[in-house]
T-cell receptor
Framework: GENVEQHPSTLSVQEGDSAVIKCTYS??????FPWYKQELGKRPQLIID?????GEKKDQRIAVTLNKTAKHFSLHITETQPEDSAVYFC????????????FGGGTRLMVKP | DGGITQSPKYLFRKEGQNVTLSCEQN?????MYWYRQDPGQGLRLIYY???????QKGDIAEGYSVSREKKESFPLTVTSAQKNPTAFYLC???????????FGPGTRLTVT
């Protein structure tokens, strides 16, 4: 089955700096890669996703890049703000029965004011 | 996300008791999923259902059971066979596209 690894497990940045979280996946058939943000005690919220037919997608301060050859994808947050502090999860899925998501272990991002 | 409800928010049970967690949606989507989250860890898939009266095991189905009698509802039963049931349980619903999943608010289950 699919295996998704996520790094780093914790990340501390100064407000205004950029943050980068990286994930690798094992199944070359995976073709959908979402990112979720989870604040303490809350549900994960889908913040951005990318499909295998594009290499990069951007939404305001958030961008995701995908390298299918190397089987890795990354989340980039620019001009970080304290409200970006949360746990971020990457995931991978492929177009098969169930469209199941396999999640990475999460990255705790702390943005210091 | 507002169309997905899970109740209750907190649930306490004694060891050896079965407990059923509720997940309801009014988004009219076919796919529904149950995940388990342990402190400081990622989400693991327990069961999923793509259509009424059909469901499939995920990665950690042992000790759990589900039913899908209605499109709107996908209840999860944590049985006494589940060795470590204390966790945060999240229900998800498939989105308009073939891949997106959106989560309900979750139920935090504590078994003592």
């Amino acid at each position: 089955g699919e295996n998704v690894e996520q790094h780093p497990s914790t990340l501390s940045v100064q407000e205004g700096d950029s943050a980068v979280i990286k994930c690798t996946y094992s199944d070359s058939a995976s073709n959908y890669f979402p990112w979720y943000k989870q604040e303490l005690g809350k549900r994960p919220q889908l913040i951005i996703d990318i499909r295998s037919n594009v290499g990069e997608k951007k939404d305001q301060r958030i961008a995701v890049t995908l390298n299918k050859t190397a089987k890795h994808f990354s989340l980039h947050i620019t001009e970080t703000q304290p409200e970006d502090s949360a746990v971020y999860f990457c995931a991978a899925s492929k177009n098969n029965a169930g469209n199941m998501l396999t999640f990475g272990g999460g990255t705790r991002l702390m943005v210091k004011p | 996300d507002g169309g997905i409800t899970q109740s209750p928010k907190y649930l306490f049970r004694k060891e050896g008791q079965n407990v059923t967690l509720s997940c309801e949606q009014n988004l009219n989507h076919d796919a529904m999923y149950w995940y388990r989250q342990d402190p400081g860890q990622g989400l693991r898939l327990i069961y999923y259902s793509q259509i009424v009266n059909d469901f499939q095991k995920g990665d950690i189905a042992e000790g759990y059971s589900v039913s899908r009698e209605k499109k709107e509802s996908f209840p999860l039963t944590v049985t006494s066979a589940q060795k470590n049931p204390t966790a945060f349980y999240l229900c998800a619903v498939g989105g308009q596209g073939p891949y997106e999943q959106y989560f309900g608010p979750g139920t935090r289950l504590t078994v003592t």
